[in-house]
């Protein structure tokens, strides 16, 4: 198991290096940089902005003093949010983000598999087909859709929750459920899967033999066969959950990463970007471990290599 | 030899009857025949069919011109009238026409053209009335969708079909060749799989569209000139004022309105573009130059980059299938024969990779759309005036508000997308069941 971290972590390093110089690198072959301004500068001026950020020195020199700073930690100076440093940035904003992802997960997941559990378990029925159907849609549609269709509903029509904004839980209840809504389809779809095979098996047909009720059946025996498949799900819902904060937190207007990430996007904040884009790399990678990990963990026949 | 019997050629005669009524039936229509008897999958390949022929044709349907401007229908909800400005005006000569298709439908390639000298012949100015509604400039939202289709469709099947030729290639190269190289490779990919591409992808179209410069002016213009703003091309008295100050301008500049009432891009075919911002009843200039990386245009450096993302998971695959075919009989047979690595992986290795490449090209597609409409909704995909389903769908959401609800600007492009997704999801399935080799003969 130690040999399988330290391997694995090493990756990360690799992945984390190799983004890093790919991205510097593309940054200082474009024109233009991060001191250019609606008027121009002095050149006075700008010969001494350049000497402050280092921009006069030689290519490789600049990229080893970089690297250095990213490897202490230091992320640099936001170019476009004056007297932040990319750390505070990102200090702010992700708990606001982290939140809003765990508890879009959590809505994932129990939808997910509570509507996957009642489709199994009456199958055929119109629940099932309902539920399936709902599914489907949730998979088809964008989440940014979803999300258009969920406001003009239930914050123009039904007034029931504010539409924008953060800080009390009323806000935070719409934009998790527009994110977690594909993939709480898509669990629902191989929570559903899983639970028609495992229902089939022996052992399930003795656990109702033996007298159990259903709902012991269900939720003690059966389900823990049918979750694998949804855990391995977890890592690409997690990555899905991330890059769909950036569209939810800006129809939201909800300060957080994500939104940062597109405003440094559309407003060439160079430092900031890269910034995040290490960032995600890095909860990314540790978040597919965690899965890989816990899938150990639940089905003793699996062997990490 | 003696001449057989007559009753044993009778019974010859009867068996070659038999044999040659025995017709083999090969994989592909195998597959087919198992694939018509999913309803699902068929109902949506006959809707996908529908929606190609249409996106391709949509320069002869009789549609509204989708960037002609007309504010006074703002916001219309979906009706069933005709337009009183039907936006296409043929009446005055051939330049008049000319101008005013090139307002209506922008500059397009010659094919397009011809369909559209067709549709005017045919329909004249009779256009389907606006049943999907207008947006906030007035602009048809049909016409829209299905010219915005175009598009979306579009970089779904090229983004798709670059991640296809780049996956099969590097991963049938590293499944034959095995050992090492295959190692290397592999790992190569496992690296690039862990990076959320999505942000990367982000971040390069952001670096891609630098600005060089960006130096702002202000322009003292005679009155009225706000009306110019809201034509589609550049007026003269627009362009003297500019040409007046230092900046002239190329025949056949075009003005494309990102925010209305506020800022406008200012779109030449040559050099430098120009962003337009009307502040305090003055006009501001904000010199950019284009963002062209080796002179390709956004949406083609879009192709490229969309398609490096999608190539990995095909990769994979391809690999995996090649090592499985790898040890069979027909490469050892080729081998003997004197065929060269080159041409056995791709005159037969290939060829047997079809079905688990057109299985992953359905399921694809639908990734692939959704992507451009996650960048062009963030305003980093598609740019103004060309329209995709995700732009619309932008607009759509940036245009509720309390008081009035538009609920057309967000429930048909929604459905649009919503629909082809759907279909090409339940197509990529049935596909994987239809060619399914264990499901042979069932």
Redesign the interface.
């Known amino acids: 198991m130690t040999r399988f971290l330290l391997r694995r972590l090493g990756?990360?390093a690799?992945?984390l290096w190799?983004?890093f110089t790919?991205?510097f690198f593309?940054?200082k072959a474009?024109?233009?940089g991060p001191l250019?301004?609606?008027?121009?500068l002095d050149p006075q001026i700008e010969e001494n902005l350049k000497a402050r950020y280092h921009l006069d020195e030689p290519l490789v020199q600049q990229y080893v003093r970089e690297l250095g700073n990213v490897l202490r930690g230091d992320l640099g100076v936001s170019f476009r949010l004056a007297d932040f440093r990319v750390n505070e940035i990102i200090a702010q904003g992700f708990p606001i983000s982290a939140s809003l992802g765990i508890v879009a997960l959590g809505f994932a997941l129990v939808l997910g598999l509570s509507a996957g559990i009642v489709s199994a378990v009456r199958r055929g029925s119109a629940a099932d087909v309902g539920l399936m159907a709902a599914a489907?849609?949730g998979?088809?549609?964008?989440n940014?859709?979803i999300?258009?269709?969920m406001?003009?509903l239930l914050?123009?029509?039904w007034p029931l929750f504010p539409?924008a904004g953060w800080g009390t839980p009323w806000h935070l209840i719409l934009p998790a459920f527009c994110l977690g809504a594909p993939y709480a389809a898509y669990i629902a779809r191989l929570t559903r899967t899983g639970m028609l095979d495992v229902l089939s098996q022996d052992y399930i047909r003795t656990a109702y033999a033996k007298g159990l009720p259903g709902r012991t059946v269900i939720l003690r025996h059966a389900l823990k066969g049918a979750m694998l498949p949804v855990v391995s799900f977890l890592g690409p819902a997690i990555?899905g959950i991330?890059?769909g904060s950036?569209?939810v937190e800006?129809?939201f207007a909800i300060p957080g990463l994500g939104m940062h990430?597109?405003e440094a996007?559309?407003q060439?904040d160079?430092t900031l970007?890269?910034g995040?884009?290490l960032l995600?790399?890095t909860l990314?990678?540790t978040m597919?471990l965690l899965v890989d990990v816990s899938y150990a963990f639940l089905d003793p026949r699996v062997k990490l290599e | 030899m003696p001449t057989p019997r007559q009753p044993d050629l009778d019974r010859y005669a009867a068996l070659l009857d038999e044999v040659r009524a025995i017709k083999g039936v090969s994989l592909g229509r195998d597959a087919w025949r198992r694939l018509r008897r999913n309803r699902v999958a068929m109902v949506s390949l006959g809707f996908l069919a529908v929606l190609g022929t249409l996106a391709l044709l949509t320069p002869l349907l009789p549609l509204q011109p989708p960037r002609y401007v007309n504010m006074a229908r703002q916001f219309a909800p979906p009706e069933f009238s005709q337009p009183e400005k039907p936006g296409i005006t043929l009446g005055e000569g051939p330049d008049a026409r000319r101008a005013s298709l090139e307002e209506g439908f922008g500059r397009l390639d010659p094919v397009s053209n011809v369909l559209l000298a067709i549709r005017v012949a045919v329909f004249g100015e009779w256009s389907i009335p606006s049943i999907c509604g207008t947006d906030q400039l007035g602009r048809d939202a049909l016409s829209r969708l299905f010219w915005g289709a175009r598009i979306s469709l579009a970089v779904g099947l090229v983004a798709t079909l670059v991640s296809l030729v780049i996956g099969v290639a590097y991963g049938a190269i590293a499944g034959y060749l095995g050992g090492q190289t295959d190692n290397l490779m592999m790992r190569i990919v496992d690296v690039l799989y862990s990076i959320p591409f999505i942000f990367v992808v982000i971040f390069l179209i952001t670096i891609l569209s630098a600005e060089a410069t960006r130096q702002t002016l202000h322009l003292e213009l005679p009155a009225g000139f706000e009306q110019d703003l809201e034509q589609e091309t550049v007026s003269p008295r627009l362009g003297e004022a500019f040409a007046e100050n230092g900046y002239p301008l190329a025949e056949g500049a075009t003005l494309a309105s990102e925010t209305p009432g506020e800022r406008w891009r200012l779109s030449q075919k040559e050099g430098r573009s120009y962003v337009v911002e009307l502040a305090d009843g003055r006009l501001r200039v904000v010199t950019e130059t284009t963002g062209r990386l080796l002179g390709a245009s956004r949406i083609v450096v879009f192709f490229f980059v969309i398609g490096a993302i999608y190539w990995l998971t095909m990769a994979r695959v391809v690999r995996g299938q090649v090592i499985s075919l790898k040890n069979e009989q027909f490469i050892e047979a080729a081998r003997t024969i004197g065929a060269g690595r080159r041409r056995i992986i791709f005159l037969h290795l290939v060829p047997n990779l079809l079905s688990v490449v057109i299985v992953y090209l359905t399921l694809t597609i639908p990734r692939v759309m959704l992507f451009e409409a996650f960048l062009s909704f963030l305003g980093l995909g598609v740019e103004a005036p060309d329209v995709s389903w995700g732009l619309l769908a932008n607009e759509g959401i940036k245009a509720i508000t309390p008081v009035r609800i538009f609920w057309w600007l967000v429930v048909f492009p929604g459905l649009a997308l919503g629909l082809t997704l759907w279909a090409l999801n339940f197509l990529g399935d049935g596909l994987r069941d239809a060619l399914d080799p264990r499901m042979k003969n069932r």
């Open positions: 990756w990360m690799i992945t190799v983004v790919v991205s593309l940054m474009v024109p233009g250019d301004r609606e008027r121009a489907t849609v998979i088809a549609l964008p940014f859709v999300a258009g269709i406001i003009i914050v123009f029509l539409a990555a991330l890059t950036l569209v800006q129809i990430f597109v996007a559309t060439k160079y970007a890269m995040l884009v995600y790399t990314l990678y597919n």
